[in-house]
């Protein structure tokens, strides 16, 4: 399905904004933690500034490598030959929302980490980095992509990040059931309708009541926009946060309804989410 334009993104953008709320409107105290905790922490943490050199590294790296995608594609670029620095600023999360990954594993204290679409790995090292105890598995198609992404690892000479290469419908079930157990999920491969609410279902037996997960670009396309809505209405979820480019959902027991937020910083900044990415 086609993905969303710019014009349409904005448009989208503004009818959340103006049903979003911010921290003085959250009534539910386990939000509200979230709210101040992780949406609201503007600390520059330790490791921000070397995965932001890395980031700035691959914006001028002028190496083309065969890419093989097994997803949606780039809004951008689609060609099989790609440069590094293009697929860095078409393909990879930008700091705003890696840097809120970290504040969400500082936050919810994962112990296993799963992450579905590698690319280049910097939201995988801010993933891993946020907490040396947890175990990442990080899954990326592409095998080229999958390469840099593990020269980018040594480089920070981190020890648990587990990486697989190849088509999820192969890669996924392995690492499930050598997790046995999921906390915290981030879905970022496979941008499509049926791909994601596929993702979704096979992690789910995996997922126990404190896990989070988290599904990325949830306005990328109708398709995306309708698989969040499909899995926030889902009979195991029974909390979801709309962050727009962003979707989480918890599957906590004992709750007598359904709940769904959205939710925007006190002090909005779009030139610092990468509004169209």
Avoid at 132 to 148: D, F, K
Avoid at 189 to 207: D, I, K, N, R, W
Wanted: charged share 20%; net charge positive; with cysteine.
């Amino acid at each position: 399905m086609k993905d969303t334009s710019n014009i349409q993104m904005a448009r989208r953008y503004l009818a959340f904004f103006a049903g979003a709320k911010t921290i003085y409107n959250i009534h539910s105290p386990f939000v509200y933690a979230f709210a101040e905790n992780v949406l609201e922490d503007q600390r520059q943490y330790y490791a921000f500034s070397g995965i932001e050199a890395l980031r700035q590294k691959l914006f001028v790296d002028k190496n083309v490598i065969s890419v093989t995608d097994f997803g949606a594609g780039s809004r951008v670029n689609n060609d099989k030959k790609r440069a590094i620095r293009d697929i860095a600023k078409s393909a990879v999360s930008g700091s705003w929302k890696c840097q809120l990954l970290f504040r969400m594993v500082l936050h919810f204290k994962p112990k296993t980490i799963l992450e579905l679409g590698t690319s280049l790995g910097v939201s995988t090292l801010y993933l891993s980095m946020a907490d040396g105890r947890s175990q990442v598995y990080t899954l990326e198609g592409c095998p080229n992509i999958s390469a840099v992404a593990k020269r980018n690892f040594g480089f920070f000479k981190r020890e648990n990040i587990i990486q697989k290469t190849g088509p999820f419908t192969k890669t996924l079930p392995a690492v499930l059931e050598t997790a046995k157990s999921l906390d915290f999920i981030f879905i970022d491969g496979h941008h499509s309708h049926a791909a994601t609410l596929q993702y979704f279902q096979q992690c789910l037996p995996y997922c126990h009541e404190d896990t989070v997960i988290i599904f990325d670009d949830i306005n990328w396309s109708d398709g995306m926009q309708q698989a969040w809505q499909e899995i926030q209405q889902h009979s195991k979820v029974t909390l979801s946060i709309d962050l727009f480019h962003m979707g989480l959902v918890f599957l906590k027991t004992g709750r007598q309804e359904k709940e769904a937020f959205a939710l925007v910083q006190r002090k909005w900044k779009p030139w610092n989410m990468g509004f169209f990415r």
